[in-house]
């Protein structure tokens, strides 16, 4: 997609119409949305994604490499793939750790938030978004525990508790700490390592 449509910013009290998960992936079935926009589905809005650069894609990269090991059977791991939380959200979490699911993940539904673990974003470029926009729309929705590694502040932000208002207890960790889910003790991961 293109830049804003509209400056300066439309008023709050303008009526939208929000886009739910059939009409964004049927925009993209029909090239309305092409396979390089950067986009992602928040409460019924198309929210563009920042590029990503070099250190976050290496901090992708060895978080995968980290957790892969260290998963018990069935767990899985999605990198970069939208998670459904409702009709209107489809956020796409730089890691997704996952419940096992009878389809394998291969049934046509994506991810939905009762499958989700831990959600972990990457934040090289996008603190603020991951911080005010993603955690209080993760917690809404039941997500137990999101990491935001924040690469600036070689600092990870644990959020855990998730609740209506957003997650009650919020954590940092950071070199020298030892980190691991809550739900999946035994992946214990070196701070150090997710920071490089």
């Known amino acids: 997609m293109d830049g804003p449509i509209a400056s300066p910013a439309l008023p709050a009290w303008v009526p939208r119409c929000a886009i739910d998960v059939e009409a964004y992936h049927g925009m993209a079935a029909a090239g309305i949305l092409r396979p390089d926009d950067r986009v992602e589905l928040i409460e019924g809005e198309l929210v563009g994604m920042a590029s990503v650069g070099g ?5 992708v990269m060895a978080l995968s490499d ?5 998963r018990p059977g069935g767990i ?40 989700a673990l831990l959600l972990i974003e990457v934040a090289d470029t996008t603190l603020r978004m991951d911080r005010e ?3 209080p729309l993760y917690a809404r929705h039941g997500i137990p525990e999101l990491w935001i590694v924040d690469l600036a502040g070689s600092v990870v932000l644990v959020h855990r508790e998730p609740s209506p208002e957003g997650y009650r207890s919020v954590t940092e960790a950071r070199r020298g700490d030892t980190l691991a889910p809550a739900l999946l ?9 997710i920071l490089g």
């Open 55 to 59: 250190p976050h894609i290496g901090c």
């Open 66 to 70: 980290l957790l892969s090991p260290l």
């Open 76 to 115: 899985r791991i999605s990198i970069q793939s939208p998670v459904r939380l409702s009709r209107y959200s489809e956020p796409e979490p730089d890691i997704a750790l996952l419940r096992p699911r009878a389809d394998h993940y291969r049934g046509g539904l994506p991810p939905l938030a009762e499958d």
């Open 133 to 135: 926009v993603k955690a």
């Open 185 to 193: 003790p035994e992946a214990a991961l070196a701070v150090a390592e």
